[in-house]
């Protein structure tokens, strides 16, 4: 059984770039959500993705948005990247209607906007 | 809506002495609930899961955790703190209604002194 990968570990970009980051969910999962975890708070969910479409959304602007892929895998695309946005990302996937079955995250993206 | 409280930001214990987290939710509906721990520059990594069976959860690493509704707790414990333990802790809540995704708390800090 493979966990959930995340890509890349590390980056650095600019105030005002456009950042993609990419996240392979856990074999048998079927939903991949992300969140944002600035420093010293807890993760913050930032949208969840089922059947390739937007299946709920947290309090994030719509310069994050995401895609999922037939193979379960998913990405998640910030535009116009402010200071505020530089956290840890985490994907988590899971198992649609099935809570009980869990969450596996991945080792996340550490982003810094410069 | 569904939220989640953990008491005290950072918790010290020396090496050998019991560890208590404190963990408290708010759910219209049944939770399910977890803890996870979090590692330096890592991703999270569940240390047990409540989903409606036995009250008292049994996790890895000697944790465990008892799930009150009347008190609506979920406090984490283990009877003897290791140094590996020192991590940071979230607990999360998620239920069957809606997109059933987690909601976290703000974390607990637990510093292992020998």
């Known amino acids: 059984e493979t966990g959930v990968t995340q890509s890349p570990t590390h980056l650095i970009k600019t105030r005002g770039q456009q950042v993609t980051l990419r996240c392979s969910s856990q074999?048998?999962?079927?939903?991949v959500s992300w969140y944002q975890q600035a420093l010293g708070q807890g993760p913050q969910f930032i949208f969840q993705y089922y059947r390739e479409e937007e299946n709920g959304r947290g309090n994030f602007p719509p310069r994050f948005s995401g895609l999922q892929f037939p193979n379960y895998s998913s990405e998640l695309n910030v535009n116009a990247l402010e200071l505020d946005d530089s956290a840890l990302y985490l994907c988590?996937?899971?198992?649609?209607?099935?809570?009980?079955?869990?969450?596996?995250f991945g080792s996340g993206t550490r982003l810094t906007v410069v | 809506a569904q939220s989640v409280t953990q008491l005290g930001s950072h918790v010290s214990v020396s090496e050998g002495a019991l560890v208590l987290l404190r963990c408290n939710y708010s759910s219209s509906v049944p939770p399910y609930l977890f803890w996870y721990v979090q590692y330096p520059n890592q991703g999270l990594q569940l240390l047990l899961k409540y989903t409606s069976a036995a009250t008292l959860v049994k996790g890895i690493n000697g944790f465990e955790a008892e799930f009150k509704k009347s008190e609506t707790s979920f406090h984490l414990t283990k009877p003897s703190a290791h140094m590996s333990d020192a991590a940071e802790y979230f607990c999360?809540?998620?239920?069957?209604?809606?997109?059933?995704?987690?909601?976290f708390g703000k974390g607990t800090m637990l510093l292992v002194s020998p």
């Open positions: 988590a996937s899971s198992l649609k209607g099935q809570p009980n079955y869990g969450y596996t």
């Open positions: 999360a809540v998620s239920t069957l209604t809606g997109y059933s995704t987690l909601t």
């Open positions: 074999s048998g999962h079927n939903t």
